[in-house]
C-alpha cells in the first residue's frame, strides 16, 4: 500500500548527484520543495515546484521519445511481434513531436492540473510564445533521420535480431543497489547475457555526443551487474555505448580502479547531501534559504524553476 510520508527517501543516483554540483537550490526544488506536490491538498509551493520540475525541453524530449520507441521496437523483436521499418518508426517519432508541441501551446490549462501525464516545453513555457525557436527545430529535424538509421544499423540491434544466442535480462526498469542502508539507482537501457561467449552486455544509447560522465555511469553499471549476478571478472562484461548521432560504439574496457573511483563518487556525494539535512533519519532538510542559488545566469536561463527564483521576470 503507498504510504504518503512528509519527507523523501535518501536515494543517490548520477542525475542527482549532477544536480548537486550545478545548483543547490535547483537540488532543494527537485528533491524536497516537489515532494508530495502531485497530491491535492499539497501547499501551492510544492504544486508549483511539482509542476515546474515536469518542464522538459525539445533535446530531451526528442531523446526520450528516441529511448521509448527503441524500447518497443526490441520488446516487439523479442516477443516475436511485427517490427516497424524506419520511415514508420520517423513518422512515430514526429506524432509525438507535435503531441508534445500541441499540448505544450495549446493545453496548458491540461499540464498546470496534471503536469504528469501532458507536455511542456521550456522553451514555449518561458518565451510565452507559440512558437519554437528555429534553430532548435532544424537541429532535431536534421538528428532525426540519422538517429533512427543509426539505430536500425548499430552493432547492438543487429545482436537482438539474433536473439536465439542472446538471453536477455532487463531494459529501461529503475533498479538499485543498496549500500549503508541507501538505494543507489541505474537504469540501463538494455542488458543481456551472450551465451555463445558467455558475456554480459550492457547497451546504453546516446542520442547526444559522448561526454566525460560516460565512464562514471558505465562504472555504475558494471557495478550494479557484479552485485546482482555474482559475477567474478570484469573481462566477462561488455559495456557498449551506441552514440546513434554519429552512428559508431564503444566498447569500454573498464578496470577494478574504474570501479573504486565511483564507490568514492558516490560516497563523498551522498556524505555532502547528508550535511544538507536538518535531520538525517526522517531526510527533513535544513531550512529552503541555506540552499544558495546558482550565480551562472547561462545555467539559469535553462532552468525549470526561473519562476520561482525571479519571480519579477
Known amino acids: 500500500m503507498f504510504?504518503?510520508?512528509?519527507?523523501?527517501?535518501?536515494?543517490?543516483?548520477?542525475?542527482r548527484h549532477k544536480t548537486f554540483l550545478t545548483c543547490l537550490r535547483k537540488y532543494c526544488y527537485d528533491y524536497y520543495t516537489s515532494h508530495n506536490g502531485w497530491l491535492r491538498d499539497a501547499d501551492?509551493?510544492?504544486?508549483?515546484?511539482y509542476r515546474l520540475k515536469k518542464i522538459t525541453n525539445l533535446e530531451m524530449f526528442f531523446g526520450s521519445i528516441i529511448h521509448d520507441m527503441i524500447y518497443q521496437t526490441i520488446q516487439d523483436v523479442l516477443s516475436n511481434r511485427s517490427v516497424i521499418d524506419e520511415s514508420k518508426f520517423v513518422e512515430e517519432v514526429?506524432?509525438?513531436?507535435?503531441?508534445?508541441?500541441?499540448?505544450s501551446t495549446r493545453k496548458e490549462h491540461?499540464?498546470?492540473?496534471?503536469?504528469?501525464?501532458?507536455?511542456?516545453?521550456?522553451?514555449?513555457?518561458?518565451?510565452?510564445?507559440?512558437?519554437?525557436?528555429?534553430k532548435k527545430v532544424k537541429k532535431i529535424?536534421?538528428?532525426?533521420?540519422?538517429?533512427?538509421?543509426?539505430?536500425?544499423?548499430?552493432?547492438?540491434?543487429?545482436?537482438v535480431l539474433n536473439k536465439e544466442r542472446m538471453q536477455f535480462?532487463?531494459?529501461?526498469?529503475?533498479?538499485?543497489?543498496?549500500?549503508?542502508?541507501?538505494?543507489?539507482?541505474?537504469?540501463?537501457?538494455?542488458?543481456?547475457?551472450?551465451?555463445?561467449?558467455?558475456?554480459?552486455i550492457i547497451v546504453d544509447w546516446k542520442t547526444g555526443k559522448s561526454s566525460d560522465e560516460d565512464r562514471n555511469q558505465l562504472a555504475l553499471y558494471a557495478l550494479y551487474l557484479r552485485q546482482k549476478f555474482n559475477i567474478g571478472s570484469l573481462d566477462d562484461i561488455i559495456i557498449r555505448n551506441e552514440y546513434?548521432?554519429?552512428?559508431?560504439?564503444?566498447?569500454?574496457k573498464l578496470t577494478e580502479q574504474d570501479l573504486i573511483n565511483v564507490q568514492h563518487l558516490y560516497q563523498i556525494s551522498m556524505e555532502q547531501m547528508q550535511m544538507q539535512?536538518?535531520?538525517?533519519?526522517?531526510n527533513k532538510p535544513k531550512s529552503f534559504e541555506q540552499f544558495p542559488m546558482q550565480e551562472d545566469p547561462r545555467i539559469c536561463s535553462q532552468c525549470n524553476y526561473q519562476e520561482l527564483c525571479f519571480p519579477s521576470l
Open 141 to 159: 529535424t536534421d538528428r532525426l533521420h540519422k538517429t533512427i538509421q543509426n539505430f536500425y544499423a548499430s552493432k547492438s540491434f543487429a545482436e
Open 244 to 252: 546513434l548521432l554519429e552512428g559508431t560504439h564503444i566498447e569500454h
Open 277 to 282: 539535512l536538518m535531520d538525517p533519519e526522517q
Open 44 to 49: 501551492s509551493l510544492a504544486r508549483q515546484a
Open 169 to 200: 535480462m532487463e531494459s529501461e526498469k529503475f533498479r538499485y543497489m543498496t549500500v549503508n542502508g541507501i538505494k543507489i539507482f541505474v537504469v540501463m537501457d538494455l542488458l543481456y547475457k551472450d551465451l555463445q561467449n558467455n558475456k554480459w
Open 94 to 103: 514526429r506524432r509525438h513531436l507535435n503531441r508534445g508541441f500541441i499540448e
Open 110 to 134: 491540461l499540464w498546470q492540473n496534471r503536469p504528469k501525464h501532458y507536455t511542456m516545453f521550456h522553451e514555449i513555457y518561458y518565451s510565452q510564445s507559440d512558437t519554437l525557436p528555429d
Open 3 to 15: 504510504e504518503i510520508k512528509h519527507y523523501p527517501e535518501l536515494s543517490w543516483s548520477l542525475s
